[in-house]
């Protein structure tokens, strides 16, 4: 891949990027979905005992119903992982430590502003589980990048 195609992908990348962190942080922090709307302090929750609240909603999973078990599990991993993604893409820090340290980061500020401002709730397996989400991006940017080098490394072996 020569030098143009190489900053091309850098600039869409850095593109996405940034409006991926502009729909995070409105999604994570101005949505209404959810229960992110500013409540009092007597109707405030949090938890900052790791593992919790995925138990909580796996043994009530029948109670609170699928999508909202599937939007508490799942959910937290699915929007971190465009970050795991687009990050290696749009910058130098393309290893697995440096993904796993800015997801984690990135989800401790949006927790932390949560329990600041009192909008949603503050929750240790939130943390994990969008760091997890990160990494999970992380490893299917590793994947396209494999592929796409076997691709032009084939290629270049055809001519």
């Known amino acids: 891949m020569n030098a143009k195609s190489r900053r091309r992908i850098r600039i869409f990348g850095k593109i996405c990027f940034i409006l991926y962190i502009g729909f995070i942080i409105y999604f994570l922090i101005f949505s209404d979905w959810y229960g992110r709307t500013i409540t009092g302090m007597e109707d405030y929750h949090y938890n ?28 937290n991993v699915l929007i971190f992982m465009p970050f795991g993604f687009f990050l290696p893409m749009a910058s130098r820090y393309r290893s697995f430590f440096a993904t796993l340290l800015w997801s984690f980061l990135l989800s401790l500020g949006v927790e932390s502003f949560q329990l600041v401002s009192k909008v949603g709730c503050f929750d240790v397996d939130d943390l994990l589980l969008n ?24 290629r270049k072996k055809r001519r």
């Open 48 to 75: 900052f005992v790791l593992f919790k609240e995925i138990k909580r909603f796996w043994e009530y999973r029948n109670q609170v119903g699928l999508f909202a078990m599937f939007t508490n599990l799942f959910g």
């Open 131 to 154: 760091t997890i989400g990160g990494i999970a991006g992380h490893i299917v940017f590793m994947i396209c990048v494999l592929i796409r080098r076997r691709h032009v490394y084939k």
